[in-house]
């Protein structure tokens, strides 16, 4: 049987720390992996995170400028006065299936005439006297607001009762 120069060169009797250093190198090793597989976990679950609120960030640039296209609907409806009822019905036809669209995406106009004010879902551009509403309640809504969830994607634009 032969033996390496190494193994000829050790010290009798060093057997047993020599197994000692192995074991710890291999531990340190063995706790830098689960370290670096953490790392990695922790890395791929912030990218997850980061690319979902960037995507909402975009849709919900979408739908801002999609609401101010339902803005217009509401406006046209509004002022169709003398129009055939063919437009008439057309025209509402297709803002029904624009509430319905944005709808499945979650967002839902506010309801916001006689509720009471508040920062948080109402932008207030005016007071106003009105007898049939109390003061401090929303007397006027100037725009529709409306939210996302729960989340607030256009405070309604309203004048207050005074």
Do not use: C
């Not at 830098?32 to 609120?53: C, F, G, I, Q, W």
């Not at 217009?72 to 009822?85: C, N, T, V, W, Y």
């Not at 005016?126 to 607001?145: D, I, K, S, T």
């Amino acid at each position: 049987m032969e033996t390496s120069d190494e193994e000829k060169n050790r010290p009798p009797g060093n057997e047993s720390a020599e197994i000692e250093r192995l074991k710890n190198e291999l531990q340190r090793e063995h706790d830098l992996y689960l370290r670096a597989l953490a790392d990695y976990e922790n890395y791929r679950k912030r990218s997850d995170r980061e690319r979902a609120t960037a995507a909402r960030s975009g849709k919900r640039e979408v739908i801002l400028s999609l609401l101010d296209l339902l803005d217009g609907f509401d406006l046209a409806l509004r002022h169709m006065g003398d129009a055939p009822a063919s437009i008439t019905e057309g025209i509402d036809a297709l803002h029904r299936k624009f509430l319905g669209l944005l709808q499945a995406q979650g967002v839902t106009p506010m309801r916001t005439v006689g509720e009471t004010f508040d920062p948080q879902f109402h932008d207030a551009i005016g007071l106003v006297e009105n007898e049939e509403v109390a003061p401090g309640r929303v007397a006027e809504e100037v725009q529709r607001g409306y939210r996302w969830g729960d989340e607030v994607l256009r405070p309604a634009r309203v004048r207050v009762s005074g």
